[in-house]
């Protein structure tokens, strides 16, 4: 009696735990069967996506090989590039509005000249 009910719990577990993964594998359709079943206008765009999808893959992998070769950890290596990117684009920032004031004071010059 003791044995037959040992044998129905390994044969329910093996079940559970080889058909559940069996089941996800067989339902689960591959990324293929999904683009088909997109409509013409998502798989244009899907399409369009794609290659711009594959550089920024690359970039962000080339990046990662980058900041594993310093000893740091790679968390790190990417806040303070985070951070020297951030510096840079408000430096630009403010050398772009440094231009566009002096730009607006030459502006105003010239019509305060053209006035008088």
């Not at 790679?74 to 990117?85: F, M, N, S």
Request: aromatic share 8%.
């Amino acid at each position: 009696m003791r044995t037959v009910t040992w044998v129905k719990m390994a044969v329910a577990g093996v079940t559970c735990c080889v058909g559940g993964p069996a089941l996800i594998y067989y339902v689960t359709p591959t990324e293929e069967e999904l683009f088909k079943r997109y409509n013409p206008e998502l798989q244009r765009r899907s399409l369009e996506r794609r290659q711009g999808n594959q550089e920024e893959f690359e970039v962000f992998v080339n990046k990662l090989k980058e900041y594993s070769k310093d000893e740091k950890p790679i968390w790190t290596a990417w806040e303070q590039d985070v951070e020297k990117r951030r510096r840079e684009g408000v430096l630009a920032e403010l050398e772009r509005r440094k231009a566009a004031d002096a730009e607006a004071e030459a502006r105003r010059q010239e019509i305060r000249n053209s006035i008088k």
